[in-house]
């Protein structure tokens, strides 16, 4: 039933994800600045940025196992104290273990709010206004990004320090927990979603193991690129930052009106299209530079913007028995995809730079033929899910005619 309460913790929770969202674009914005101040190396930058990741899916996990013992609101009390002390121990830790733990709390806390808030809006919201809901939801992660890059941007260009803009990151979650305060959760909408052994039941079926080893390849299709793109795009006369700000900007337009488009074709519809605009993006990026790399970002962020938030509205939808759990878990696999991939993939662009320079490519050709011939092979991952929802599309077809038919 949507009513006050329901859409009160609906904006709590919008306000969760930003907090997620400036944590993730505002902390790559002053890595600069952190390195320089307090003598870091690359590689301990690039630790300190996975603990974000680790944390992620722990949480997540965990927060799926336990929702239907202690709540969604328990889920983020511990939320917030993970996101406010994390940000108050990176602004004064000063330290690198000091930032691996800050960093790794603020991660913990972005996986709780997935972990409570993708169950509450499947159970505050019914049919289509799920859907909708869903993806506005969603909608604030790269909202979130274009906000924080832009003000990172901002006030680095402004003289201000790393630590004023860690602040900001807790004006979003002094709001989510006013928001969230004296709110009653929403009771699982299916009765076998509220017990651990029917959780399990479902994730196990057929269905749902399919969906596993689709949520590993629509990560990978939008996080892949997106890590890599950039780099690879300043050498081909494109401008990466408004290339990041196009595709987040248009992911989140998209996902604003995704309760319409999943209204007409279903979520089963909405991924297939998804794979298909995806493959054209990522194609594009391997093969064009200058200003087609703009009209690739808008395949690309048309294409991924509805994998997460229809891949999640999905198992609410279709498998409500997996209940927060199979939500988590699903999120998780995701994470995890990402996180396994990445260094697949760096190890695709040093052959690839190999092979550039062996027929003598050197300075911007060498890192732009490279880095093209590694979106080039990144194109498989979102062309085998147009194979997979392709099959997916019918075998849910299948099942209303037999659900029909009972």
Partial sequence: MENANNKKLFYASCFALITTALSFSIRAGILPQLGQELNLSGEQLGFINSMWFLGFPISMVIGGLIYN??????????????????????IYSGSYIGLLVSTLLIGLGNGCTEAACNPMIADAFQGNTMSKMMNRFHMW???????????????????????????????????????????????????????????????????????????????????????????????????PMLVLALVTGLMAFARYFGGEVVQKFDQT???????????????????????????????????????????????A???????????????????????????????????????????????DQLELVSGQATLGTMVFFPAILIVLFTILLFWVKKRKAQFAMA
């Fill in 269 to 315: 519809g909405v991924l297939l299209g998804s794979a298909v605009l995806a493959t054209i993006g990522v194609y594009l990026f391997s093969t064009q530079t200058g200003g087609m790399a703009y009209v690739a970002a808008i395949f690309f962020a048309l294409g991924i913007a509805y994998f997460w938030p229809n891949m999640i509205g999905f198992i």
């Fill in 141 to 239: 992660f790269p909202g979130g990004i274009v906000i924080g890059s832009l003000v990172s941007e901002f006030m680095t260009s402004a003289g201000f320090g790393w630590q004023t803009q860690i602040w900001l990151i807790l004006i979003p979650t002094l709001i989510y927990a006013y928001l969230f305060f004296g709110q009653s959760w929403p009771p699982a909408k299916v009765e076998e979603a509220a017990s651990l052994k029917g959780n399990l039941k479902a994730m196990v079926s057929p269905l749902f193991i399919f969906m596993m080893v689709c949520m590993a390849l629509t990560a990978i299709s939008e996080f892949g690129p997106q890590q890599w793109v950039g780099l690879i795009l300043a050498k081909s006369g494109a401008k």
């Fill in 317 to 363: 939808d279709k498998i409500p028995q997996s209940g927060a759990l199979g939500m988590s878990i699903i999120g998780a696999v995701g994470m995890f995809s990402s996180s396994i991939f990445q260094p697949i993939i760096g190890s695709w662009i040093d052959a690839d730079k190999a092979a550039a320079a062996s027929q003598g490519l050197t300075g």
């Fill in 69 to 90: 013992t202690v709540g969604g609101k328990v889920i983020m009390q511990f939320a917030f104290f993970a996101h406010a002390i994390g940000i108050i121990m990176t």
